[in-house]
């Protein structure tokens, strides 16, 4: 199984967003039975609530499942767990990697690192710039990107 998750600053708006996404594409795929795909929020605010109405709306315009998702918290057992663990900025990648013991062999990069020669390193968020078709377009691009990446990794 490879275990992947994605994790921004509150667990609402962008890693739900790009869970949903990528999980779409796995399914796509033929692949759900080799992955877990999970997402998680560096900071406590938001616990057991549903993603945030922008992301729901933005996911089911575009036909993308998402059922089933609630707000949690990343934790140090994470970084053990999770194969790829995929920040959306670099705050969330710098709260990760001081997470990071070593005792964990996990790939901690962000998301849009995935995209060769993107024009922008970190997923705006859109709790506070209000776009969420950028976003979309963004994750969804990375996430092509990324399922990619994996594949050939893991031979998969
Ligand atoms: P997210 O967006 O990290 O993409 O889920 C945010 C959601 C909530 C907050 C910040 C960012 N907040 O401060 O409550």
Redesign the pocket.
């Known amino acids: 199984m490879v275990k992947v998750l994605f994790v921004?600053?509150?667990?609402?708006?962008?890693?739900?967003?790009a869970e949903a996404i990528f999980r779409k594409k796995v399914v796509e795929a033929g692949m759900e039975k080799s992955f877990v795909i999970d997402s998680a929020?560096?900071?406590d605010?938001?616990i057991g609530k549903r993603?945030?109405d922008g992301?729901l709306k933005i996911l089911k315009d575009n036909k993308v499942d998402s059922t089933n998702m609630l707000?949690r918290q990343v934790k140090k057992e994470d970084l053990k767990q999770f194969d790829y663990i995929i920040a959306?900025d670099a705050e969330?990648l710098g709260n990760l990697n001081k997470m990071k013991g070593k005792d964990s062999a996990a790939e901690v990069r962000r998301l849009l690192d995935y995209i060769p020669e993107a024009k922008i390193v970190d997923?705006p968020?859109?709790?506070?710039t209000g776009n969420f078709e950028e976003?979309y377009e963004l994750v969804e691009e990375a996430c092509n990107e990324l399922l990619t990446y994996i594949r050939k990794k893991q031979s998969l």
């Open positions: 921004c600053l509150g667990n609402i708006c962008r890693s739900p967003m929020g560096t900071g605010w938001h993603p945030h992301t707000a959306m969330n997923v968020d859109p709790y506070f976003v």
